[in-house]
């Protein structure tokens, strides 16, 4: 069993930076593939981000992509989310999840076995 808290989240400017945390609890967590979602309101749950377990391979969705980056310390169970040049769309509640096998489709959110609550992010223009 995994329980997963995220943090960091909160109300920034257009063009801003915040850095997402995901911390666990488990003793395996070092060896879980981890992803970040969000959703806004209205709207379906997408992908944003994911890393492996050892953090050798990660993957971003398009819209994010030399903007975030996603990383991990195994020895705090964490996982992170750097966040630069924030968009005004990108105003969503961020999930962290994490998956006990590699996902064969890892920005589908089915694939994860945890999730956590959510973090708010919102971003003014």
């Known amino acids: 069993q995994v329980q997963l808290v995220e943090s960091g989240g909160g109300l920034v400017q257009s063009g801003g930076s915040l850095r997402l945390s995901c911390a666990a609890s488990?003793?395996?967590?070092?060896?879980?593939?981890v992803g970040w979602f969000r959703q806004a309101p209205g709207k379906e749950r997408e992908f944003v981000a994911a890393i492996t377990w050892s953090g050798s391979s990660t993957y971003y969705a398009d819209s994010v992509k030399a903007r975030f980056t996603i990383s991990r310390d195994n020895f705090k169970n964490t996982v992170y989310l750097q966040m630069n040049r924030l968009k005004a769309e990108g105003t969503a509640v961020y999930y962290c999840a994490a998956a006990s096998k590699v996902p064969g489709r890892w920005r589908v959110p089915d694939e994860y076995d945890y999730w956590g609550q959510g973090t708010q992010v919102t971003v003014s223009s």
């Open positions: 488990g003793r395996t967590f070092s060896s879980y593939f």
